[in-house]
């Protein structure tokens, strides 16, 4: 049986949010509180900034490190933008792969195991930001410690994928040069 969805105004599926979410966090006494992301009617022009540093990204040719970088930076501030009701994480992670598989290397996958800490290292960050509420602009964003430390975390998670693609070459190298000699 078909039924047709509840549509939500509010919580619009494939447009920018209507309306101000918020999260809860743990902050650094272990107090439960509530974080509100920037407001919805910012969200066009902050992800008009994103989507700016995005499309850069794609036009310029991407070392391993600074595909990373770009990596890691679109990805936090894409996340404290929060411009959807719902999946705001998952599409980051998406999303902010395009530039570092478009540069032909394979994408940073935050392992599901270790996605508590993916979340606190977010929220860590977002915390240094004053009136995260009233944020009109990305460039507002602080280049700070928790950002490093995120760019670290992810250069951790990429490192797991990098060496176990090293490996498979490896091995497929050591194959192609057994099958060569063999058939000499």
């Known amino acids: ?53 995005f499309n850069q990204s794609l036009q310029q040719p991407l070392e391993r490190d600074t595909a990373l970088v770009v990596y890691a930076n679109l990805h936090l501030d894409f996340v404290t933008i929060h411009p959807f009701f719902d999946a705001n994480g998952r599409m980051a992670r998406l999303l902010c792969n395009i530039p570092v598989l478009k540069a032909g290397f394979p994408p940073i996958v935050v392992p599901e195991v270790d996605r508590q800490r993916y979340k ?22 602080p280049r700070n410690a928790q950002r490093e430390e995120f760019i670290e975390l992810c250069r951790g998670y990429w490192s797991e994928t990098l060496d176990l693609l090293d490996n498979a070459y490896e091995i497929q190298g050591r194959r192609r040069g057994r099958s060569f000699s063999e058939g000499d």
């Open 120 to 141: 606190k290292t977010l929220s860590d960050y977002q915390s240094t930001i004053q009136d995260l509420e009233r944020i009109q602009s990305v460039e507002s964003f």
């Open 1 to 53: 049986m078909l039924i047709d969805p509840v549509l939500d105004e509010y919580r619009p599926v494939g447009a920018w949010k209507a309306e101000d979410n918020f999260t809860n966090f743990i902050d650094p006494q272990g107090k439960q509180k509530w974080r509100q992301y920037p407001a919805a009617r910012n969200t066009p022009v902050l992800m008009s900034e994103w989507l700016q540093k």
